[in-house]
């Protein structure tokens, strides 16, 4: 049984003269003689009134010839599972760095959750900067022994694009018919806009026309670099 709203009690007991029954019921802690909170049934119980942990339901009926019976139900109360997210960048994400990341865990006395980056400790809000694939992963458990789990992996590309033109040069004369080439490398993938005197040019296509031109090249990766 687990966390709010906490528990709704019902029982009863038989007997051939059933209005004449009492029925007594208290929950205790398991393994523990005395004490307990008296109980009625169709009762609403929940923490802090009913704290977490192993309890037992302690039934006991009397009818109006004093002959008593009981019964005893074990049962465990937990607090609701904690939950976990990884905040500050999202799964798959390319990104130019430094970057951080920090963990948020809801639950009940949960300590500080742990994290991982690359499979080293790692501590929340601590700036990363190398370039690369990251994978960063966070846990963390309540004194019940639940665990929430989160993981996500991330690029850090602070690189500009490679762009790299050949074919011509700047402040050459040609003659009619030269061509550019552009290349353009990056670690992550890449957008590139080449145009010839304002107009989109395909690199490799010849220029025929009299004059001064130029070739402009502009590249941008998945980080924005």
């Known amino acids: 049984?687990?966390?709010?709203?906490?528990?709704?009690?019902?029982?009863?007991?038989?007997?051939?003269?059933?209005?004449e029954v009492e029925l007594e019921a208290t929950i205790r802690p398991a393994g523990e003689p005395d004490g307990g909170i008296a109980?009625?049934?169709?009762?609403?119980?929940?923490?802090?009134?009913?704290?977490?942990?192993?309890?037992?339901?302690?039934?006991?009926?009397?009818?109006?010839?004093?002959?008593e019976s009981s019964a005893l139900v074990p049962f465990?109360?937990?607090?609701?599972?904690?939950?976990?997210?990884?905040?500050?960048?999202?799964d798959g994400a390319i990104l130019r760095g430094p970057v951080s990341i920090t963990a948020a865990a809801t639950g009940f006395e949960l300590p500080?959750?742990?994290?991982?980056?690359?499979g080293e400790p790692y501590v929340a809000g601590t700036a990363i900067v190398a370039e690369g694939g990251h994978a960063v992963s966070a846990s963390v458990q309540d004194p019940f022994s639940q665990e929430a789990t989160a993981e996500l992996s991330f690029t850090i590309d602070s690189t500009p694009p490679l762009i790299v033109?050949?074919?011509?040069?700047?402040?050459v004369t040609y003659e009619p018919g030269v061509a550019a080439?552009?290349?353009?490398?990056?670690?992550?993938?890449t957008a590139a806009q080449v145009t010839m005197d304002g107009e989109?040019?395909?690199?490799?296509?010849?220029?025929t026309a009299v004059g001064h031109h130029e070739l402009r090249v502009v590249a941008t990766d998945a980080a924005g670099n």
């Open 76 to 90: 465990t109360y937990l607090p609701n599972e904690p939950t976990l997210a990884i905040e500050g960048i999202d």
């Open 200 to 207: 989109a040019y395909v690199p490799g296509a010849p220029v």
């Open 112 to 118: 500080a959750p742990e994290i991982l980056l690359d």
């Open 39 to 67: 109980v009625t049934n169709g009762q609403n119980v929940a923490f802090p009134t009913l704290p977490y942990g192993d309890h037992e339901l302690i039934l006991v009926a009397r009818d109006w010839l004093d002959q």
């Open 1 to 19: 049984l687990r966390g709010e709203p906490g528990l709704t009690l019902a029982f009863s007991a038989d007997d051939a003269i059933p209005e």
């Open 165 to 171: 033109v050949s074919g011509v040069a700047e402040g």
């Open 181 to 189: 080439g552009v290349e353009v490398s990056d670690a992550t993938n």
